[in-house]
């Protein structure tokens, strides 16, 4: 092809026909700069093809990760739910003085000293931040959503370091500084120690006893009190204004990955 251009060239240059040697001359240039203006065109569209891969497994990988949270989180929203209650339940045995049921106030203070946390799938999330490749997707809602989401989190952490010190001051202080179980003092008090965990029916009901007695001192305990009043109200705080606002998130970003993906 080149050959032929050549040829033509040096023939229109011999007759010496300047105004048709121009219109080639220009012609040729413009086919060069249409060749090169095609090349391009098709590099680019490689160099899109290849990063729409990489952002479908980035989209895929985070769908993968909304998923496992949004099962993650209504299992933290039943057992936040589970403790809100078993705090209300032992106000309620404050209120009265009801010790009856000594192992059924041991069960509710098991269920709402119990420390539960959240912990976001986010590897996808923060490799897409870390590496810079967030500007990889295209969809400007999946990416704004993704932010709030994490500064979601962000206000999660914060809400949950906030109850931990009160669970440390009024429930987890209180109950260790006033219960007294086992008279470590007392050599043959340490070996019944297993029989704590697997009792006879005799230690049963001198362990019942002591439980009562002990009880009764804590559920007296004002500090004690407010901290119950406490755990269950910032269980339900977070229940409602942390994980349910993040649960909507997630499913409005699943939504809007699916959407992308099938397009």
Avoid: C
């Avoid at 769908?63 to 339940?89: C, P, V, W, Y």
Wanted: proline content about 1%.
């Amino acid at each position: 092809m080149i050959t032929i251009f050549r040829n033509i060239r040096q023939k229109l240059a011999a007759q010496n026909n300047v105004a048709k040697y121009m219109r080639y001359a220009i012609g040729e240039i413009l086919l060069v700069v249409i060749g090169i203006l095609i090349a391009l065109q098709v590099n680019n569209w490689n160099e899109n093809r290849k990063e729409r891969l990489v952002e479908i497994k980035y989209l895929k990988n985070l769908k993968h990760d909304l998923q496992n949270d949004s099962i993650d989180i209504i299992r933290f929203e039943n057992t936040r739910m589970g403790i809100a209650n078993a705090a209300h339940e032992l106000l309620r045995h404050a209120k009265t003085q009801n010790i009856e049921d000594v192992y059924r106030l041991d069960s509710l203070y098991i269920t709402v000293a119990l420390w539960v946390q959240f912990i976001p799938n986010n590897n996808t999330f923060e490799e897409l931040r870390s590496s810079g490749n967030l500007q990889l997707l295209k969809n400007e809602s999946i990416k704004n959503l993704l932010l709030d989401l994490n500064k979601k989190y962000e206000e999660l952490v914060s809400d949950r370091n906030h109850m931990r010190r009160e669970y440390d001051n009024y429930i987890y202080d209180q109950k260790v500084g006033q219960i007294s179980f086992l008279d470590v003092s007392n050599p043959e008090e340490i070996n019944t120690i297993l029989d704590w965990f697997y009792p006879n029916a005799q230690r049963v009901d001198e362990n019942k006893m002591n439980l009562q007695a002990n009880y009764r001192i804590l559920l007296s305990n004002t500090t004690f009190i407010n901290g119950l009043a406490l755990a269950a109200g910032n269980n339900l705080w977070i229940v409602e204004e942390d994980y349910k606002i993040m649960a909507e998130y997630i499913n409005n970003l699943i939504d809007l990955i699916d959407q992308d993906l099938n397009n």
